[in-house]
């Protein structure tokens, strides 16, 4: 019986990092620049700063940039004790995957000069194997434009948690009016990496410039 209703999540990518994903999986931004052996200070500048822009690492990998989350954002709307650091710290300790293909073109549009790379994965296998370490989010974790939601270290609700109570924790941890049970997840994030990634590949799709994707 399936884990849940998401048969596939995706992951996108910038197309340089492919090679690097085929060796060593899908790997979080810490992991990323652990592997590429950077001084403290450059390191803390792109874990737990705002990158205004995106950066290639010494060993040839892309990061995104973080636009969509200025710190001046996340002051107005950071849970109490957390700073801008803090959340950039906690995005970059995680792998994401969107949940539907209308929100991951969304992405696709944000970046949509440069080649990408979209991972289709078999979510109840990894989830299978992955369960511990899986957490679910209500909104774009990655964007505090606009009205930005209320956020802290809540916001990502431990997958069987919320099998259980939907979003009630993240409701009394962040003292916010509990969303319906019907509100839909918007983001997967899984812990530190997927290192065996290959095991639940479905499909891999090459992007051009401007080219969006279709399942």
């Known amino acids: 019986m399936p884990i849940w209703k998401h048969c596939r999540i995706y992951h996108m990518t910038e197309a340089p990092n492919w090679p690097s994903i085929q060796r060593h999986g899908l790997l979080c931004t810490s992991r990323l620049l652990s592997l590429c052996g950077l001084n403290s200070a450059e390191r ?10 995106t950066c290639r690492l010494p060993n040839g990998a892309v990061i995104r940039n973080q636009v969509p989350i200025p710190p001046e954002a996340l002051v107005r709307c950071l849970a109490k004790g957390l700073k801008p650091a803090d959340w950039y710290a906690e995005l970059n300790a995680r792998v994401f995957f969107w949940l539907d293909t209308d929100r991951l073109n969304r992405q696709r549009r944000a970046c949509a000069a440069s080649p ?11 989830l299978a194997n992955y369960m511990k370490l899986t957490t679910l989010t209500p909104f774009n974790t990655g ?5 930005p939601a209320r956020r802290g270290l809540q916001t990502f609700v ?8 939907g ?9 916010i009016q509990p969303r319906p049970s019907s509100h839909p997840p918007v983001e997967l994030a899984i812990t530190d990496a997927v290192e065996d990634l290959s095991d639940f590949l479905v499909d891999v799709s090459h992007l051009a410039a401007g080219e969006y994707f279709s399942p």
């Open 143 to 147: 964007n505090a434009r606009r009205k």
């Open 116 to 126: 990408q790379v979209v991972m289709t994965v078999d979510a109840d296998r990894l």
């Open 158 to 165: 431990p997958f069987e948690k919320w099998r259980e109570s």
């Open 44 to 53: 803390y500048d792109l874990e737990r700063r705002q990158r205004v822009q």
């Open 167 to 175: 979003w009630s924790s993240e409701a009394a941890a962040l003292q």
